[in-house]
């Protein structure tokens, strides 16, 4: 009865902690000398991902509108297109069983500045509670934010081609 219970207690804390989410955003912008139509034209159809992260990306469902559904990295990784507006889309990944879900969103936009200027604005939101430390947290969001950059500074070259 004493190990049943130990168990019980070990499985509450285990549950309670991991019930305590740990939201962090990540916010990036890049400028770039184009309108910003124009550069959405060139950069912002939901599979344009692999222009400028350097990932296969395929429609498996839907037509390009909320609802659709993308798979990146031949299947390893599926998003759902669940907000979009004429120069923005947002997105989210799936549950998968058996994995920690860290509630995934990413929003991505073009924002006008000027008549002939706007700037790329892209926002990740996730679940960091699965990491151990602040450090790993950290670390995780600063690889997140090294790739992003990385692919917002491709989103402003080929905008501007």
Not at 36 to 43: D, G, I, L, M, Q
Not at 69 to 90: H, W
Not at 130 to 149: N, S
Request: hydrophobic share 40%; with cysteine.
């Amino acid at each position: 009865m004493r190990c049943l219970m130990t168990i019980a207690l070990l499985a509450f804390a285990t549950a309670a902690a991991a019930a305590d989410p740990d939201y962090r955003t990540v916010r990036m912008e890049i400028d770039v000398n184009k309108p910003a139509a124009e550069a959405w034209s060139k950069v912002g159809q939901y599979c344009d991902i692999s222009k400028w992260l350097g990932v296969d990306c395929k429609l498996v469902s839907g037509d390009g509108g909320i609802g659709t559904v993308r798979s990146l990295a031949n299947g390893r990784v599926l998003e759902i297109l669940v907000g979009k507006t004429d120069l923005s889309y947002g997105y989210t990944q799936p549950v998968k069983q058996g994995t920690f879900y860290n509630l995934y969103h990413g929003f991505v936009e073009a924002k006008p500045v000027a008549a002939h200027t706007s700037k790329i604005i892209y926002t990740l939101l996730l679940d960091v509670s699965d990491k151990p430390d602040e450090a790993a947290k950290q670390a995780d969001l600063a690889q997140r934010r090294e790739r992003f950059e990385t692919a917002l500074k491709k989103m402003k070259q080929v905008a501007e081609q």
